[in-house]
């Protein structure tokens, strides 16, 4: 097992860079970093559009995010990589593919998260805002989201430790993601199957717990700051005395 680290360590790490494509671990980096940040504007849209009174925005959202939801990831890779093509006139790369399909996949899954930390906010908070005169647009850019975003921040980085597992699947378009150059290894090994792909598993686990653990860091950040601050026990003192 060291022996396959030490031989092939590069290869899952970076792929054929500096003489050739990049990929491996730093792909899969990359894939996860581009699909999250091109899909949270769209994701965000769909989100209030899935909040909207105006029943098209609302059906034709809702519509959408219940069909991704509901068909398998690897379809929609499938999909993507010969929709594509047909869609922009002329071929694109197996990279470009399968970007475009995790920012469709993913905008339906991170709509819902950041729909459901807009609706665990007061209602208050709405009521105030049109009473001050701002509309619903207005309402949700300036006041809503902006306080549902900052408590939705250790979901949203669950949901990107989710996509880097997803990027996974890209290798059945031949993308040289993390996973794909562990096959590449043990089509070159043969007889190490077992080993090579406990590497894989070590390496997915200790990216990912890495991330889990920073977002419950954070969720525990966001709960403190949000409770209410407790009165000083000095403070408690000070008024039992001046009220004896």
Not at 39 to 44: D, E, G, I, T
Not at 95 to 106: D, K, P, Q, W
Not at 171 to 179: C, F, G, N
Request: aromatic fraction near 12%; hydrophobic fraction near 50%.
């Amino acid at each position: 097992m060291f022996g396959i680290v030490q031989e092939y360590g590069l290869l899952l790490v970076v792929g054929q860079f500096p003489n050739g494509p990049i990929g491996g671990l730093a792909l899969t980096l990359i894939l996860s970093v581009m699909g999250l940040a091109l899909s949270f504007p769209l994701s965000v849209v769909l989100a209030l559009c899935r909040m909207s009174p105006i029943k098209l925005f609302y059906a034709a959202s809702t519509v959408l995010v219940y069909v991704v939801r509901g068909i398998p990831l690897v379809m929609f890779i499938f999909w993507g990589y010969f929709l594509v093509p047909i869609l922009v006139g002329h071929s694109v790369t197996a990279f470009t593919a399968l970007i475009c399909t995790l920012v469709v996949y993913e905008s339906a899954y991170l709509s819902e998260v950041i729909r459901a930390g807009v609706e665990a906010l007061p209602k208050g908070q709405v009521e105030a805002s049109r009473a001050l005169g701002l509309g619903y647009w207005k309402t949700h850019v300036w006041v809503i989201l902006p306080q549902a975003l900052y408590n939705m921040v250790p979901s949203i980085i669950s949901q990107f430790v989710s996509l880097i597992k997803e990027t996974s699947i890209g290798y059945v378009i031949s993308v040289q993601e993390l996973t794909f150059e562990a096959n590449q290894v043990n089509n070159s090994l043969l007889t190490s199957p077992f080993p090579v792909f406990l590497i894989l598993v070590v390496v997915y686990f200790v990216v990912c717990f890495v991330l889990t653990k920073f977002a419950n860091y954070l969720e525990r950040n966001v709960t403190r700051k949000r409770s209410p601050k407790a009165v000083p026990r000095r403070s408690i003192e000070s008024d039992s005395i001046l009220e004896g």
